[in-house]
């Protein structure tokens, strides 16, 4: 490809004679971006909003963690703290997390791994972009007419009872389902029908698993809790007797209905991250990936085992001691085909050349983080360790170990991985390493503290709390700030990135899926030629050509479906 | 970096002192029947869960180092799957999680099943306090119970769910509204421990503790029989003010003049209050009375008529009691 050779130029600078045509320079102004069809710039539209998502969220956790600095009132009321950690979760969990990499990373990456010039439904895409938006707002909205202290399982009957703002915000997590099930479809369409020559089932990125098995969740799944909100919202406003007991309802029916979907849920949260790692570990080991079959099929096995296993969230709720035993076994099977990943991705790097580049650090944190919050679920599947350690601070480590050192820092790896791919600049190698650092030692300070303070009985969404648990508190209040300068510092370099970065070539780090072979940025039409893929993860088929400070195909042709040759 | 979780942790506990709690680095005190067999599982998932970490993390910092990229060099050649391996490490896990799931349930059908001649107290939550009900009537704000002899906790909730958790006990079960909900213990050491609401249900969710009072062989019987007879050996006032206080009054009614869920009760007897329906009434023995068994028959203006009914819960002797606290000068009142 001769493109990695010309000069890049496309950076968001109107394309004048002699400047390429990116996807960032084709078409300018506002609505060319708003009611664009390109996955490329809907993907990033998703990026920056679901960024600033994260930054919300991000700010109310750390109210929560500065108001757990004492017992009692530190800086605000109990009543303030109730919404503060609602929001948190809310705001993470729906408008952050669940879109988070299918809709950004996702939405950029897969088409041009397919060598596609989009997805296969651009209208639904940018209509899912246009369904988060209006369910964002209608969230946020509820904070502003009131709030929710519900926390973010509206358990009822307290959702049904409580004052405040549960209406909006459910409604505004109805709508963002939609959009999750609109991304879904579209993914799974698109990998069905438009994978270039040559891509065989077996022959796709791991990355395209990942998001294909999270597709199916977010189809099959988020239906269940579209209506499971409804009914919440009918009880609420017209007393239609379902959940609350007091009108004839059962409130456990609604754990029930809420964890079918929120269960899966955590794997359209984990699977996606899983799907980065296979990609950066091969690439950063230049190794074609292990066991690539396993990998694939445990996806795929996650995906099913995910809708089997919700009722291990209500082992104390009162359900039979069969039931607890049905789901406490079913729970333990989704263990496995972690695991093997896992495995998998150690057994990649043996014997390779491993470089310890930005995503690759991320990578590494999450086989580090991501072990901790996987071995601790031990604990919470197995029946009679959980009776002690349901709702305590051990669960809240354990799920911010998977959720946060699992799935956003895969996310960070993925943002590194592919920022040149999408913006066409590198970012400070030496900033990154530090934040990476900063976020890895915050995090675990935060949160390994909570692991033993809720093993020592300490339960969750307290304001208030006995002395004795005073100084886990301020230490994991201590490792927030921590994570919170990391995150300030990687904010400041890519920022800086986007305006000084160095131009990127095509191919910075060796990757052999179909993204590496366009420019950086990508031509608002992705390819210049019909794509034909070969092995994804034959990182021998390239070499690195310093001139370029890139990587470049030894054999060019090998990956154009028509034998016309490089131009 | 796990150093570094250590040494934050070293730093808690030196600032707490040694075992703020009586129990282990990762444990409370053991109290119960079943805390030593749930103890001894979390010791084996911990076992397994600290060999496969540090096994991962060796591994991946081991090919790190080792494997390094180096100036010109290339990977070097290696099968890219080996079905023998992968299958073992699936395997092995399935293994390893079909033990752990194994002792997991038979613990737990054993916290599951009570013995046929445990001791019952019923239980009821309400936003955001405890009551235990036992067997002769008497009401306690905090849950008394003898060493070495089952108890069997039947529950239920006044209005959301709440969650009764004993972590001395390593018991936890969830008090629904509409249904009864049951668990059973039996206490192994005599002393004081704590209970905590684990579901969150509302305001002052964190507030709504209570404490476990495990009494030493033959004091336990003692105990209930003074305390049931607080009518007869308290005066009128200060049975009152008990009740006011077990039976979940003050948690809705202030004593300090500032308006809860419900009116403040400082002074009430003998204001006069301008009803909902626009009417007005002066507060006498009747109200009070009757504002206890049909709460919701006559409310001040400006609240929400949700008081739960007292009928049934309350003999007349204890109405009688609160009354005469609430009749009794503010500075009686204040003496708690």
Same mark, same amino acid.
């Given at each position: 490809?001769?493109?990695?050779?010309?000069?890049?130029?496309?950076?968001?600078?109107?394309?004048?004679?002699?400047?390429?045509?990116?996807?960032?320079?084709?078409?300018?102004?506002?609505?060319?971006?708003?009611?664009?069809?390109?996955?490329?710039?809907?993907?990033?539209?998703?990026?920056?909003?679901?960024?600033?998502?994260?930054?919300?969220?991000?700010?109310?956790?750390?109210?929560?963690?500065?108001?757990?600095?004492?017992?009692?009132?530190?800086?605000?009321?109990?009543?303030?703290?109730?919404?503060?950690?609602?929001?948190?979760?809310?705001?993470?969990?729906?408008?952050?997390?669940?879109?988070?990499?299918?809709?950004?990373?996702?939405?950029?990456?897969?088409?041009?791994?397919?060598?596609?010039?989009?997805?296969?439904?651009?209208?639904?895409?940018?209509?899912?972009?246009?369904?988060?938006?209006?369910?964002?707002?209608?969230?946020?909205?509820?904070?502003?007419?009131?709030?929710?202290?519900?926390?973010?399982?509206?358990?009822?009957?307290?959702?049904?009872?409580?004052?405040?703002?549960?209406?909006?915000?459910?409604?505004?997590? $109805? +709508?963002?389902?939609? /959009?999750?099930?609109?991304?879904? *479809?579209? &993914?799974? %369409?698109?990998? @069905?029908? =438009?994978?270039?020559?040559?891509?065989?089932?077996?022959?796709?990125?791991?990355?395209?698993?990942?998001?294909?098995?999270?597709?199916?969740?977010?189809?099959?799944?988020?239906?269940?809790?579209?209506?499971?909100?409804?009914?919440?919202?009918?009880?609420?406003?017209?007393?239609?007797?379902?959940?609350?007991?007091?009108?004839?309802?059962?409130?456990?029916?609604?754990?029930?209905?809420?964890?079918?979907?929120?269960?899966?849920?955590?794997?359209?949260?984990?699977?996606?991250?899983?799907?980065?790692?296979?990609?950066?570990?091969?690439?950063?080991?230049?190794?074609?990936?292990?066991?690539?079959? $396993? +990998?694939?099929?445990? /996806?795929?096995?996650?995906?099913? *085992?995910? &809708?089997? %296993?919700?009722? @291990?969230? =209500?082992?104390?709720?009162?359900?039979?001691?069969?039931?607890?035993?049905?789901?406490?076994?079913?729970?333990?099977?989704?263990?496995?085909?972690?695991?093997?990943?896992?495995?998998?991705?150690?057994?990649?790097?043996?014997?390779?050349?491993?470089?310890?580049?930005?995503?690759?650090?991320?990578?590494?944190?999450?086989?580090?983080?991501?072990?901790?919050?996987?071995?601790?679920?031990?604990?919470?599947?197995?029946?009679?360790?959980?009776?002690?350690?349901?709702?305590?601070?051990?669960?809240?480590?354990?799920?911010?170990?998977?959720?946060?050192?699992?799935?956003?820092?895969?996310?960070?790896?993925? +943002?590194?991985?592919?920022?040149?791919?999408?913006?066409?600049?590198?970012?400070?190698?030496?900033?990154?390493?530090?934040?990476?650092?900063?976020?890895?030692?915050?995090?675990?300070?935060?949160?390994?503290?909570?692991?033993?303070?809720?093993?020592?009985?300490?339960?969750?969404?307290?304001?208030?709390?006995?002395?004795?648990?005073?100084?886990?508190?301020?230490?994991?209040?201590?490792?927030?700030?921590?994570?919170?300068?990391?995150?300030?510092?990687?904010?400041?370099?890519?920022?800086?990135?986007?305006?000084?970065?160095?131009?990127?070539?095509?191919?910075?780090?060796?990757?052999?899926?179909?993204?590496?072979?366009?420019?950086?940025?990508?031509?608002?039409?992705?390819?210049?030629?019909?794509?034909?893929?070969?092995?994804?993860?034959?990182?021998?088929?390239?070499?690195?050509?310093?001139?370029?400070?890139?990587?470049?195909?030894?054999?060019?042709?090998?990956?154009?479906?028509?034998?016309?040759?490089?131009? | 970096?796990?150093?570094?979780?250590?040494?934050?942790?070293?730093?808690?506990?030196?600032?707490?002192?040694?075992?703020?709690?009586?129990?282990?680095?990762?444990?409370?005190?053991?109290?119960?029947?079943?805390?030593?067999?749930?103890?001894?599982?979390?010791?084996?998932?911990?076992?397994?869960?600290?060999?496969?970490?540090?096994?991962?993390?060796?591994?991946?910092?081991?090919?790190?180092?080792?494997?390094?990229?180096?100036?010109?060099?290339?990977?070097?050649?290696?099968?890219?799957?080996?079905?023998?391996?992968?299958?073992?490490?699936?395997?092995?896990?399935?293994?390893?999680?079909?033990?752990?799931?194994?002792?997991?349930?038979?613990?737990?059908?054993?916290?599951?099943?009570?013995?046929?001649?445990?001791?019952?107290?019923?239980?009821?939550?309400?936003?955001?306090?405890?009551?235990?009900?036992?067997?002769?009537?008497?009401?306690?704000?905090?849950?008394?119970?003898?060493?070495?002899?089952?108890?069997?906790?039947?529950?239920?909730?006044?209005?959301?769910?709440?969650?009764?958790?004993?972590?001395?006990?390593?018991?936890?079960?969830?008090?629904?509204?509409?249904?009864?909900?049951?668990?059973?213990?039996?206490?192994?050491?005599?002393?004081?421990?704590?209970?905590?609401?684990?579901?969150?249900?509302?305001?002052?969710?964190?507030?709504?503790?209570?404490?476990?009072?495990?009494?030493?062989?033959?004091?336990?019987?003692?105990?209930?029989?003074?305390?049931?007879?607080?009518?007869?050996?308290?005066?009128?006032?200060?049975?009152?003010?008990?009740?006011?206080?077990?039976?979940?009054?003050?948690?809705?009614?202030?004593?300090?003049?500032?308006?809860?869920?419900?009116?403040?009760?400082?002074?009430?007897?003998?204001?006069?209050?301008?009803?909902?329906?626009?009417?007005?009434?002066?507060?006498?023995?009747?109200?009070?009375?009757?504002?206890?068994?049909?709460?919701?028959?006559?409310?001040?203006?400006?609240?929400?008529?949700?008081?739960?009914?007292?009928?049934?819960?309350?003999?007349?002797?204890?109405?009688?009691?609160?009354?005469?606290?609430?009749?009794?000068?503010?500075?009686?009142?204040?003496?708690?």
């Amino acid at each position: 490809m001769t493109d990695a050779t010309t000069v890049l130029t496309g950076d968001g600078q109107p394309a004048g004679p002699g400047q390429r045509d990116s996807y960032l320079n084709h078409g300018k102004g506002v609505l060319s971006w708003l009611f664009t069809l390109d996955h490329k710039r809907i993907g990033i539209m998703y990026l920056a909003v679901i960024l600033a998502s994260f930054f919300l969220g991000g700010v109310f956790a750390m109210f929560i963690r500065t108001e757990l600095l004492t017992p009692g009132q530190t800086i605000m009321t109990a009543d303030t703290y109730n919404k503060m950690f609602t929001l948190h979760g809310a705001v993470m969990i729906f408008l952050f997390i669940i879109p988070g990499i299918p809709a950004t990373l996702g939405n950029f990456v897969l088409p041009l791994m397919l060598g596609a010039k989009d997805v296969a439904l651009p209208r639904l895409n940018l209509a899912s972009f246009w369904l988060w938006l209006i369910g964002a707002s209608v969230a946020v909205a509820s904070i502003i007419i009131g709030a929710v202290d519900t926390g973010w399982t509206f358990y009822t009957p307290y959702s049904t009872t409580t004052g405040t703002a549960v209406v909006a915000m459910t409604l505004g997590a $109805f +709508i963002l389902g939609f /959009s999750s099930i609109f991304t879904g *479809l579209n &993914f799974i %369409v698109t990998i @069905h029908k =438009m994978r270039p020559e040559g891509m065989t089932w077996f022959r796709m990125p791991l990355f395209l698993w990942g998001i294909y098995s999270t597709a199916i969740i977010q189809v099959l799944a988020t239906p269940v809790l579209g209506i499971t909100l409804l009914l919440l919202i009918a009880e609420r406003t017209l007393g239609v007797g379902i959940f609350d007991p007091a009108l004839g309802g059962d409130p456990v029916l609604y754990q029930h209905f809420f964890w079918f979907y929120s269960h899966p849920a955590v794997y359209i949260m984990i699977l996606p991250a899983m799907a980065i790692m296979s990609e950066v570990i091969s690439v950063f080991s230049g190794k074609h990936i292990f066991g690539y079959r $396993f +990998i694939a099929w445990s /996806s795929i096995a996650i995906a099913l *085992l995910s &809708f089997l %296993v919700w009722g @291990h969230h =209500m082992f104390t709720s009162g359900q039979s001691s069969l039931t607890n035993m049905i789901f406490s076994a079913l729970t333990f099977s989704v263990a496995i085909p972690s695991a093997v990943k896992v495995f998998n991705w150690l057994a990649t790097m043996y014997k390779g050349s491993i470089r310890l580049a930005a995503p690759m650090l991320y990578a590494l944190s999450f086989l580090f983080l991501f072990a901790i919050g996987g071995l601790t679920g031990l604990f919470l599947g197995s029946l009679s360790t959980d009776i002690h350690l349901h709702d305590t601070y051990f669960v809240v480590a354990h799920f911010h170990y998977v959720m946060f050192g699992g799935t956003v820092i895969a996310f960070l790896a993925g +943002i590194h991985y592919w920022w040149p791919k999408i913006f066409g600049r590198m970012y400070s190698e030496r900033w990154a390493q530090v934040s990476a650092l900063l976020i890895f030692v915050g995090f675990n300070l935060t949160f390994f503290t909570q692991f033993v303070m809720g093993s020592h009985g300490m339960p969750r969404r307290y304001y208030n709390y006995l002395e004795r648990f005073t100084a886990y508190h301020q230490a994991s209040t201590v490792g927030s700030f921590i994570l919170m300068i990391g995150f300030l510092i990687m904010a400041g370099y890519l920022l800086h990135s986007l305006v000084r970065g160095e131009r990127a070539p095509a191919n910075p780090w060796g990757g052999a899926t179909l993204e590496w072979e366009t420019a950086s940025p990508p031509p608002y039409f992705n390819f210049e030629h019909e794509m034909q893929a070969g092995d994804p993860y034959d990182l021998d088929a390239l070499s690195w050509d310093p001139s370029i400070k890139g990587y470049v195909r030894r054999d060019p042709s090998s990956v154009l479906a028509a034998p016309r040759g490089a131009d | 970096m796990t150093a570094l979780n250590f040494v934050g942790l070293l730093l808690a506990r030196i600032a707490m002192g040694p075992d703020p709690d009586d129990g282990s680095f990762w444990m409370p005190p053991q109290v119960s029947t079943v805390a030593r067999s749930v103890d001894w599982l979390f010791n084996f998932i911990l076992a397994i869960s600290v060999f496969f970490f540090i096994l991962i993390v060796v591994v991946m910092v081991v090919f790190v180092i080792k494997y390094r990229r180096r100036e010109g060099q290339q990977a070097q050649s290696s099968p890219s799957h080996n079905t023998a391996l992968e299958i073992t490490w699936t395997v092995i896990p399935v293994i390893i999680v079909i033990v752990i799931f194994f002792f997991g349930f038979k613990g737990y059908l054993d916290m599951a099943t009570p013995p046929a001649n445990a001791y019952e107290i019923l239980v009821e939550g309400q936003k955001w306090k405890w009551s235990f009900n036992y067997p002769n009537g008497y009401v306690d704000e905090n849950l008394h119970v003898p060493v070495d002899r089952p108890v069997r906790l039947v529950m239920s909730s006044a209005d959301v769910i709440h969650s009764l958790y004993v972590p001395a006990f390593r018991i936890k079960q969830d008090v629904v509204p509409g249904r009864y909900t049951k668990v059973w213990f039996e206490a192994t050491e005599p002393g004081e421990y704590d209970l905590f609401c684990a579901e969150y249900c509302g305001t002052s969710h964190s507030d709504m503790l209570a404490h476990v009072i495990v009494h030493p062989p033959g004091e336990f019987e003692i105990w209930l029989e003074k305390a049931s007879n607080f009518l007869e050996t308290m005066t009128p006032v200060d049975a009152g003010r008990k009740l006011f206080q077990v039976r979940g009054c003050q948690q809705c009614h202030s004593m300090d003049g500032s308006a809860k869920t419900g009116p403040t009760m400082l002074g009430v007897f003998g204001r006069t209050e301008n009803m909902a329906d626009g009417g007005t009434i002066t507060v006498d023995e009747n109200y009070i009375r009757e504002s206890i068994l049909e709460p919701n028959a006559r409310v001040v203006a400006g609240f929400e008529p949700v008081m739960p009914t007292y009928q049934g819960r309350l003999k007349d002797a204890e109405i009688m009691a609160i009354i005469e606290y609430l009749k009794a000068p503010a500075g009686a009142s204040q003496e708690e």
